[in-house]
Structure formats: C-alpha cells, structure tokens
C-alpha cells in the first residue's frame, strides 16, 4: 500500500538550532514529493517540492530536503530555526501527475527561546 | 480569486443533521481535492474532481458523503445524518497544471466541523 511515514510525532528544538524532521514513502517508480507547513488554524502551505533533477530542493523559509531514492528517504533540514517555525509540518507524496496526495501524521515542531 | 476559499470555516451540527460544505478554488483550475483531517493527524484524501468530472471518490468514507461541482469551479461536499466521527476539518484544494507541469495543490483553509 501507498503509505507515508513521519517518524517523529514532536520535535523540540531551541532557537537558531539545527533541525531535521524526517520521512519515508513506500517505493514506487516514480514520486513527487512534497513538504508542506500548517500554522494553527489554517491551511496547508508548501514549503518545498521534488518533481525531477537534482535530489537537492530548496524552498521558502530557509528549509531545504534530499530526495534519497535508496532509502526512500526525503527528510526536511533548516540549519537554523526561529521561533516563528513553530508549526506542524507534513510530508507528501504524489505516485502520480495531477493525482491525490497521501500525507504523513505529520510531525509538530516546536521552537523555544 | 487569490486563493482558495471555503466557507464556511467552522460548522457546529448536531448528530443527524446534514451539512453543507463549500469551496471557491483558484480561478482557472482545473483540477480540485477535498480532504479530511481528523484533530493531531495528517490529511486524508476523499475525492477529486476534473473540471465537472469526479475522476475518483474511493476516499469517501461512507454513502452519507457525497461531493459535486456541477460547473467545474465550486464544488459542495455535502454530509448527510452527520455523526461524531465526521468531527473534523475539511481541506479543499486545487490544482493546475501549469507552470511546468507541476500540478501544486493550493489548500484553502479550511472548515472545521463539530458534530454535538
């Protein structure tokens, strides 16, 4: 079945830390991958995707993630965080163009000063 | 529109009520989502619409849910003889193809609903 895992339910984490919150999807031939932030009371927001090309993605905020088709692996890095990160965010996968998005449980991290 | 919308953003029913749910997708796309998210957990998807067709429904819980976009723009969720399990938010999203074949999904915010 087509699943995906977030492995950690909370992350804490102080200000100006690194942080890495991570996920794995069930292997497929091919996968779109997708992070996205949810602040409290509101809807999705993307913050990075992987579609194609190189296995390194930048997005907005800062955040950046490595598509590792080996290990079926597309974890989410910041090398440092503030406390406006202090959200849940999700991981997503996509087995096909224009299809549904299967969402992980999500992980919440929390930022302290 | 700028975004997507949905209204309304929270709903109180009582058991066996029958609700209404509503979402204004981003002008032009083509493609729209709706999905559940049950409090602490991630989204899960119901149903996707092409334009006016509904191209797959295999994520609707039960019969008492059903969904329609009679135009290609609006779509209802509808909710029928709610019951406490139904308790959650509801995500509408949409998406086009365009730029690049990327088929990003914009969400909307959301209506949560409360089944009393």
């Known amino acids: 079945a087509q699943s995906v895992t977030q492995l950690d339910s909370q992350v804490p984490v102080f200000e100006e830390a690194p942080v890495e919150l991570r996920c794995n999807y069930s292997s497929s031939v091919s996968v779109y991958l997708f992070w996205y932030v949810q602040y409290p009371n509101q809807g999705l927001q993307l913050l990075l995707k992987y579609l194609s090309g190189s296995t390194l993605v930048k997005g907005i905020n800062g955040f950046e993630a490595e598509f590792n088709k080996s290990q079926t692996s597309f974890h989410l890095r910041k090398p440092s965080v503030h406390i406006s990160d202090t959200a849940e965010y999700f991981c997503a996968v996509r087995y096909n163009q224009g299809g549904k998005l299967i969402f992980g449980q999500g992980t919440e991290l929390s930022v302290k000063p | 529109g700028a975004g997507v919308s949905q209204s309304p953003r929270y709903k109180v029913a009582k058991r066996g009520q029958d609700v209404a749910l509503r979402c204004d997708p981003i002008s032009g796309h083509v493609s729209l989502f709706w999905y559940q998210q049950a409090l602490g957990q991630g989204p899960e998807f119901l149903t996707y619409?092409?334009?006016?067709?509904?191209?797959?429904k295999s994520g609707l819980p039960s019969d008492r849910f059903f969904a329609e976009r009679p135009e290609g723009s609006v779509s209802t969720l509808k909710i029928q003889r709610t019951q406490q399990e139904d308790s959650a938010v509801y995500l509408c999203?949409?998406?086009?193809?365009?730029?690049?074949?990327?088929?990003?999904?914009?969400f909307g915010p959301g209506t949560r609903l409360t089944v009393t």
């Open positions: 619409f092409q334009n006016e067709a509904q191209l797959d």
């Open positions: 999203a949409s998406s086009s193809p365009y730029p690049g074949g990327s088929y990003e999904q914009y």
